[in-house]
């Protein structure tokens, strides 16, 4: 049983447009979300964050929407850049103790020139 | 961010020989580590959650005395891949939970294992 889903397993975007990531969760003990960048063949990388106490965060081109009550939350990247082209994970987490994060299965952007 | 290591990157082993994997915090203490498997394509499964200075847990069907995780000081943990078979090739990360930022995990860049 999955408890956080990304369901568009690619998405493909023009350079300089927006892109925009869903992730939907089961869990509604989830009380923070993080998106994860990651290359192949090396780590996930950090690129931002919400509580579940807001429905929006923002960091320079990276915006992330949470809507609680759908049990839902997206990523906006704005422009879109060639260099955003990898995969993005969500990830959820419970309480902000030693607990692990629960992915989605990811989805690969892949913005065109 | 915080910056976290694993060794080697890269490890191709002949079937039935054990293999160690370290996984390193640089610059903060970890009391508990993570270790994490991906397959091609597929999500980061969680294998175990290693804390120092105790016995790792273990995921359902994972097994633990195929997956030795040993979490000796607050900085290392290690996963040893005992009698590998070809099943076992895999992309492993570890990440590791640092108080000052208890909502994050920092992750390493991961290790490609390739059993023959």
């Known amino acids: 049983d999955q408890q956080v889903k990304q369901n568009s397993p690619s998405l493909s975007v023009q350079e300089g447009r927006i892109s925009i990531l869903n992730c939907d969760y089961t869990n509604s003990m989830f009380d923070y979300f993080l998106w994860y960048k990651k290359y192949p063949a090396e780590g996930p990388t950090f690129l931002i964050s919400?509580?579940?106490?807001?429905d929006k965060n923002e960091d320079g081109r990276f915006t992330v929407f949470l809507n609680k009550s759908a049990k839902h939350l997206s990523l906006h990247i704005v422009p879109s850049q060639p260099g955003d082209s990898a995969v993005y994970f969500c990830?959820?987490?419970?309480?902000?103790?030693?607990?692990?994060?629960?992915f989605g299965k990811g989805t690969r952007l892949s913005v065109i020139a | 961010g915080a910056v976290v290591s694993q060794h080697p990157s890269r490890v191709i082993c002949k079937s039935g020989t054990s293999v160690k994997i370290e996984c390193r915090s640089l610059?903060?203490?970890?009391?508990?580590m993570f270790w994490y498997r991906q397959f091609p394509k597929q999500s980061l499964m969680l294998m175990a959650t290693s804390n120092e200075g105790s016995k790792a847990t273990y995921e359902q069907g994972v097994e633990k005395d195929k997956f030795l995780i040993n979490h000796a000081s607050l900085t290392l943990s290690t996963l040893t891949v005992t009698s590998a078979h070809p099943e076992d090739s895999s992309f492993y990360i570890c990440?590791?939970?640092?108080?000052?930022?208890?909502?994050?995990?920092?992750f390493g860049p991961g290790t490609r294992l390739t059993v023959t």
């Open positions: 990830a959820a987490k419970v309480d902000s103790g030693n607990t692990p994060l629960v």
């Open positions: 990440s590791a939970f640092n108080r000052a930022t208890p909502y994050e995990q920092y």
């Open positions: 610059d903060f203490q970890a009391t508990t």
């Open positions: 919400i509580s579940s106490i807001k």
